[in-house]
């Protein structure tokens, strides 16, 4: 979510112009990390695409990422650089914005990104049970952690429940109404008869577990969490 409403200066650009804009903003920051030692695995962020469809405007950035193996000869360890590609997504009309990113680590520094081409303070949002809830609803989860808050010789202090029929049992929503739920794996339909599993953090984190189309995916996003 972003904290401000998104200035209008960025989406008034030519799409070249943006794309420039968001290069310079990635090499500031970029030297930044380097020179606080920061990110030490990823290397040569550019923005490479920068798209407006359906009032979204979408920016394709690749970096590096460094794979570490050992040589199968030598058994010395060795490294290469592997090319990557991160997707921000950002409504203007919803005040949203969405990073699609394959590494933990490059979290924080894309949200301050996000926030240096906005203007906006971005807010990474805890996904509290009540909203997840809300969000995707308590009857599509299918596994769920959960911590209990005031532990005795009744209940253990953390606990798994995995069931296809999860919903439907009586003890799971005892747990979920007594309980903080800090993780859960949700299934959701997609289309007309497909589902997607998705993976919720309360640390504001998303992973889908399914082959999307980027638009399919994009749309998906942006629909949950408006």
């Known amino acids: 979510m972003l904290k401000n409403s998104i200035v209008s200066s960025l ?3 030519s799409l070249e ?9 990635l090499q500031e920051l970029s030297d930044s990390w380097t020179a606080q030692g920061l990110l ?11 798209r407006l469809e359906k009032g979204i405007l979408e920016i394709i950035i690749e970096y590096e990422s460094k794979y570490n193996y050992r040589h199968t ?9 592997q090319l ?13 914005a969405i990073v699609k990113i394959k590494y933990a680590p490059l979290v924080e520094s894309f949200r301050n990104l996000l926030a240096s081409i906005t203007n906006s303070e971005a807010i990474r949002f805890q996904l509290t049970k009540s909203i997840v809830n809300e969000i995707f609803g308590f009857d599509s989860i299918i596994n769920a952690h ?10 253990v ?3 798994t429940y995995s ?14 109404q007594r309980c903080e739920r800090p993780s859960s794996f949700h299934s959701l339909p997609v289309g007309e008869d497909s589902h997607v599993g998705v993976a919720v953090n309360e640390r504001g984190r998303l992973s889908i577990y399914k082959q999307m189309k980027k638009t399919d995916l994009r749309d998906f996003a942006i629909e949950k969490v408006k």
Do not use: C, G, M
């Not at 030490?40 to 920068?50: E, H, I, L, N, W």
């Not at 000869?73 to 650089?81: D, G």
């Not at 990557?84 to 949203?96: F, G, H, L, R, T």
């Open 11 to 13: 989406f008034d650009k």
């Open 17 to 25: 112009e943006q794309e420039q804009f968001v290069n310079k903003k």
């Open 40 to 50: 030490p695995d990823f290397q040569s962020f550019k923005a490479t695409a920068v």
């Open 73 to 81: 000869e030598t058994r010395q360890l060795a490294y290469v650089y």
């Open 84 to 96: 990557e590609e991160a997707i921000i997504w950002i409504s203007k009309e919803k005040n949203v």
């Open 146 to 155: 959960y911590v209990e808050p005031q532990a005795d010789d009744r209940y």
């Open 157 to 159: 202090e953390k606990k």
């Open 163 to 176: 069931d296809k029929n999860f919903r439907h049992k009586e003890e799971s929503r005892l747990t979920d």
